[in-house]
């Protein structure tokens, strides 16, 4: 998707800036301003999309209830999108995303015709949640020896290995943040 230009922006901030809708404010900020937030934006998708995006965010907020309380909030906000995303006539969506260099992201989905926003979704980098689980995990206990033959650092409380390796053996992928 390509970036959105100065004259999309503006056109959403004068149909939109009176906000009333979830995250209005956040959304202006990032729209007006800080030149490190990137904004893109999809060109019209047809009137079928929409009807494509009710399914794919119903689904996505049963699948998000099931992954536990850390995406509870999340899958509530999805949830809210696909009940407006039933609730709006048929016509052209447009998907704004905005990516904030704190890792934060918004995505907007604005219904064309009714000139009206049918829900924003705030997401995190996925970084972000990584390091949250990571830390999460608590303190390496000196006295004990995580399981790895390679590995020297002692084991978080409930679990045979380090932070790393626990998250490792959890998420199915090496944890790449900083320990």
């Not at 030149?35 to 060109?43: D, I, L, M």
């Not at 380090?162 to 944890?175: D, N, Q, T």
């Amino acid at each position: 998707m390509p970036g959105a230009t100065f004259e999309q922006r503006a056109a959403f901030l004068e149909t939109h800036g009176n906000g009333g809708f979830r995250y209005a404010r956040e959304v202006m900020t990032a729209m007006r301003g800080d030149e490190r937030t990137t904004v893109t934006c999809n060109a019209r998708a047809d009137s079928a999309w929409l009807l494509e995006l009710r399914e794919i965010y119903r689904g996505r907020a049963q699948h998000l209830l099931t992954r536990g309380e850390e995406y509870e909030l999340l899958a509530i906000e999805v949830s809210m999108l696909a009940a407006a995303l039933e609730k709006a006539p048929v016509q052209p969506v447009r998907l704004w995303i905005l990516s904030q260099p704190d890792g934060v992201s918004y995505n907007i989905f604005e219904l064309v015709e009714s000139r009206a926003i049918a829900g924003v979704v705030q997401t995190e980098d996925e970084r972000i949640a990584q390091r949250r689980f990571f830390d999460s995990l608590g303190p390496e206990q000196p006295d004990t020896h995580c399981k790895r033959a390679d590995c020297e650092r002692g084991t978080i409380e409930h679990s045979v290995f380090c932070r790393a390796h626990h998250f490792e053996s959890i998420k199915g992928m090496p944890y790449l943040g900083e320990r």
